[in-house]
């Protein structure tokens, strides 16, 4: 399977603290991204970051990819309770279809 | 603008019904995908349509399922003689182009499907 694989299931931090949760793939991939699910609503796009890429920002979003080992993390910083939600990571291939992980699962305590 | 739109928002039918699920893309975006989310479990790719063709159905899970596009916008997802283990939360997504540039894919806010 190519589904992406984030560790940890679940983490659970204080508001203002960072948190990391990392994905781990099996296969070859043009870009991997980032999404967040809150509870009862749909996915959203966090951030993309290509093959050719090492690290990629977005506000309080720290993205990492390492090919060589077929891995990616993604840093919050400072999070706040409105971060609480699952986050996932999915890698693309060929076509443009997401491979999706079973995601991590963040809650931040305010 | 709007965002992708899924109906209904939730479905509960008996075990061996059939069901039909709506989904409405972002105007103007040529990609639409289908995805299905089990409780607990990551996102299942099951079928994505590049204008009203879908040339990747490997994703779909039994014959019982299938979807189809019309005028490259308005999707359906079928499912026949529906089983307790299709219960899940059902994604669409679009996107504006396929293949490069990969492009981001807009989600729907999903419909739950619960088969009794």
């Known amino acids: 399977s190519q589904q992406g694989e984030e560790d940890p299931q679940a983490l659970s931090i204080q508001e203002g603290e960072n948190a990391t949760m990392n994905c781990s793939y099996k296969t070859s991939i043009n870009n991997l991204q980032w999404y967040r699910q809150n509870s009862g609503r749909g996915l959203v796009h966090l951030i993309l970051?290509?093959?050719?890429?090492r690290e990629k920002h977005s506000g309080r979003l720290r993205v990492t990819l390492d090919t060589s080992k077929k891995s990616s993390s993604l840093l919050i910083t400072a999070s706040r309770a409105a971060d609480t939600a699952s986050y996932f990571c999915a890698t693309v291939t060929g076509a443009n279809n997401l491979f999706f992980g079973t995601g991590t699962r963040l809650t931040v305590i305010p | 603008g709007a965002g992708v739109s899924q109906s209904p928002s939730n479905k509960v039918t008996e075990k061996g019904k059939d069901v039909e699920l709506r989904c409405d893309p972002i105007?103007?975006?040529?990609?639409l995908y289908w995805y299905r989310q089990s409780l607990g479990q990551g996102l299942e790719f099951l079928i994505y349509?590049?204008?009203?063709?879908?040339?990747?159905k490997s994703g779909l899970p039994s014959d019982r399922f299938s979807a189809e596009r019309t005028g490259g916008s308005v999707s359906t997802l079928t499912i026949q003689r529906t089983q307790q283990e299709d219960s899940a939360v059902y994604l669409c997504?679009?996107?504006?182009?396929?293949?490069?540039?990969?492009?981001?894919?807009?989600f729907g806010p999903g419909t739950r499907l619960t088969v009794l």
């Open positions: 997504a679009s996107s504006l182009v396929i293949p490069p540039p990969r492009d981001e894919q807009f």
């Open positions: 349509f590049q204008g009203n063709s879908a040339p990747d």
């Open positions: 105007s103007g975006h040529t990609a």
């Open positions: 970051i290509r093959s050719n890429e």
